[in-house]
């Protein structure tokens, strides 16, 4: 690891803790919450990954982003360095609830966020490799989201060519995964909405310089 990926590396886990110490409305850290739901975005505010906690919204947001073993991680469907902002949905009135209520309250509340997040996304789809189980939509309580980094180093990390090859390169990884294994559907849905998004990044990259390269 080189010296300004180190860097970048404690900046991306130092963000995640100052998000998971953010305080709501009553003064309690949103990251304590044991059940939750959040929402991922990368720097074009594209929602990009959803999923539910029942471990607490710090711990499960901490795995997410700084722990290779997760599966979405290792299986190159989510890369931490396009996550820009977080957001996150705690569910306080869940402590204490039994299980049924509790499973029954964050799938209805998954797929909410998920719902919102495809008619949000450009693409209609975001990076999940397993279905959000269709169930009823739920009313959802109040929010928190949060940039991970500060603006000078969100600035560095978001220039569309860095972001054009980090991207080539999880793509890559991804279907010499899919290649070397067999693996469900869903992975291979990643994998092109993977490719939508390098296309059409690497398509306005391409008309933005040309825009300045007219007289």
């Known amino acids: 690891m080189t010296p300004k990926e180190s860097g970048e590396v404690r900046a991306l886990y130092a963000g995640v803790e100052r998000i998971m110490d953010t305080l709501d409305a009553e003064d309690r850290k949103v990251g304590g919450c044991e059940h939750g739901v959040y929402l991922f975005y990368d720097y074009d505010g594209e929602p990009i990954y959803v999923g539910q906690t029942r471990e607490s919204l710090r711990t499960r947001i901490r795995r997410h982003l700084t722990n290779q073993r997760t599966d979405a991680v290792a299986m190159r469907v989510l890369d931490p360095f396009e996550v820009a902002e977080i957001e996150m949905w705690p569910f306080w009135k869940l402590a204490g609830q ?118």
Request: aromatic share 4%; no cysteine; proline share 5%.
């Open 98 to 215: 039994p299980d049924t209520v509790v499973r029954d309250t964050l799938n209805r509340a998954e797929y909410t966020v998920y719902q919102r997040a495809i008619r949000a996304s450009a693409f209609s789809a975001i990076l999940n490799e397993a279905e959000v189980a269709p169930t009823e939509l739920i009313d959802l309580p109040a929010s928190t989201r949060a940039a991970l980094l500060p603006k000078a180093e969100r600035e560095s990390r978001e220039h569309p060519d860095i972001r054009l090859a980090r991207r080539a390169r999880t793509i890559a990884e991804l279907a010499r995964i899919i290649s070397e294994r067999k693996v469900k559907a869903g992975i291979r849905r990643t994998l092109w909405t993977q490719a939508m998004r390098l296309e059409h990044m690497a398509k306005e990259r391409f008309e933005q310089l040309q825009r300045k390269a007219k007289p």
